[in-house]
């Protein structure tokens, strides 16, 4: 500020050249209304047209590059896009010829087929049954009688036997989690609880080492809560071994400790009293030194 007042002149130039700029600032340059293209008829949509009319429509629609007075489907309007309406289809004349083709060579063959009918009226007699030469079996001596009857005594024998040992075993029944009653369900649900209560006391184990493991096994119990023991199963079955023979045979041993169940309720018994249920259970001896017990369906 002090230089501005010891030289007048530069503050004066200062000052001009604020004014100037300023000035330049607030002017806006525009161009004149008559440079300005206004449209003739904003309203109307430019379009192309493949037709032309020698009179000019009354009221047009659109802006063609040609006169077009009606003409399409006045109904359904101009057409929304230029791609093809899709959902009409025509054959080509390709196809159309391939038909023609096809239709000519069917009747070429028709007509073939009945000039050799016309040309062939003599047909072969078919071969009846008694026409055909009999072969004359064998006639077989005393010695193959015999032989033939032992062979037919014998396989009378043993299907009599396999079907009175079949009539002599017991029905057997699966009870699994899709069995809706709830008398099996209760009934199983004390077995898998006093197997459990007998499998976590009697803990697997072998030199002095725990098993763990999982396996599957089958228990067939008789109405009266005993196990099934006609096959020499002793009434357990392996279904899946935990790979671990130690472990299998200390199952099979936790469930013959387990047993008698107790008797069944009255809604489970049958008629025969030495009918079997089986029940397929799954058994995990979890880390926490506990034997878990769960019902699963046959063939799991």
Same mark, same amino acid.
């Given at each position: &500020?002090?230089?501005?007042?010891?030289?007048?002149?530069?503050?004066?130039?200062?000052?001009?050249?604020? =004014?100037?700029?300023?000035?330049?600032?607030?002017?806006?340059?525009?161009?004149?209304?008559?440079?300005?293209?206004?449209?003739?008829?904003?309203?109307?949509?430019? !379009? =192309?047209?493949?037709? /032309?009319?020698?009179?000019? $429509?009354?009221?047009?629609?659109?802006?063609?590059?040609?006169?077009?007075?009606?003409?399409?489907?006045?109904?359904?309007?101009?057409?929304?896009? $230029?791609?093809?309406? =899709? +959902?009409?289809?025509?054959?080509?004349?390709? !196809?159309?010829?391939?038909?023609?083709?096809?239709?000519?060579?069917?009747?070429?063959?028709? %007509?073939?087929?009945?000039?050799?009918?016309?040309?062939?009226?003599?047909?072969?007699?078919?071969?009846?049954? %008694?026409? /055909?030469? +009999?072969?004359?079996?064998?006639?077989?001596? *005393?010695?193959?009688?015999?032989?033939?009857?032992?062979?037919?005594?014998? &396989?009378?024998?043993? !299907?009599? %036997?396999? !079907?009175?040992?079949?009539?002599?075993?017991?029905?057997?029944? @699966?009870?699994?989690?899709?069995?809706?009653?709830? *008398?099996?369900? &209760? @009934?199983?649900?004390?077995?898998?609880?006093?197997?459990?209560?007998? *499998?976590?006391?009697?803990? $697997?184990?072998?030199?002095?080492?725990?098993? @763990?493991?999982?396996?599957?096994?089958?228990?067939?119990?008789?109405?009266?809560?005993? =196990?099934? %023991?006609?096959?020499?199963?002793?009434?357990?079955?392996?279904?899946?071994?935990?790979?671990? $023979?130690?472990?299998?045979?200390?199952?099979?041993?936790?469930?013959?400790?387990?047993?008698?169940?107790?008797?069944?309720?009255?809604? &489970?018994?049958?008629?025969?009293?030495?009918?079997?249920?089986?029940?397929?259970?799954?058994?995990?001896?979890?880390?926490?030194?506990?034997?878990?017990?769960?019902?699963?369906?046959?063939?799991?």
């Amino acid at each position: &500020m002090k230089l501005l007042f010891q030289n007048p002149t530069l503050a004066i130039a200062i000052t001009a050249s604020v =004014l100037v700029h300023s000035a330049l600032l607030a002017v806006r340059f525009v161009a004149p209304d008559s440079f300005r293209f206004k449209p003739a008829d904003p309203g109307l949509e430019v !379009i =192309l047209v493949n037709a /032309k009319h020698d009179k000019k $429509p009354v009221k047009a629609q659109a802006l063609a590059q040609a006169n077009l007075d009606g003409g399409g489907n006045a109904n359904e309007g101009r057409a929304k896009s $230029p791609l093809p309406d =899709l +959902r009409k289809s025509e054959d080509g004349d390709s !196809i159309k010829a391939t038909r023609r083709r096809l239709a000519e060579l069917e009747e070429q063959q028709q %007509k073939m087929l009945s000039q050799v009918a016309r040309s062939t009226p003599f047909s072969a007699t078919p071969l009846t049954e %008694k026409d /055909k030469p +009999r072969e004359v079996p064998p006639q077989p001596d *005393g010695a193959d009688q015999t032989d033939s009857a032992k062979v037919l005594a014998r &396989m009378e024998a043993e !299907i009599a %036997k396999n !079907i009175e040992d079949y009539n002599k075993r017991p029905r057997k029944t @699966y009870i699994s989690p899709s069995t809706r009653e709830v *008398g099996y369900a &209760m @009934y199983f649900d004390t077995v898998r609880k006093r197997i459990e209560k007998i *499998g976590t006391l009697n803990f $697997p184990q072998k030199n002095g080492k725990k098993l @763990y493991g999982e396996l599957i096994l089958s228990i067939s119990i008789y109405q009266d809560g005993s =196990l099934y %023991k006609a096959d020499g199963d002793n009434g357990v079955v392996i279904d899946r071994s935990s790979g671990t $023979p130690a472990l299998d045979a200390a199952a099979k041993n936790i469930v013959r400790k387990s047993a008698p169940f107790g008797v069944f309720a009255k809604s &489970m018994r049958s008629t025969d009293k030495n009918d079997v249920w089986i029940m397929t259970t799954s058994f995990k001896f979890t880390r926490d030194d506990a034997l878990e017990a769960t019902l699963r369906g046959s063939g799991n």
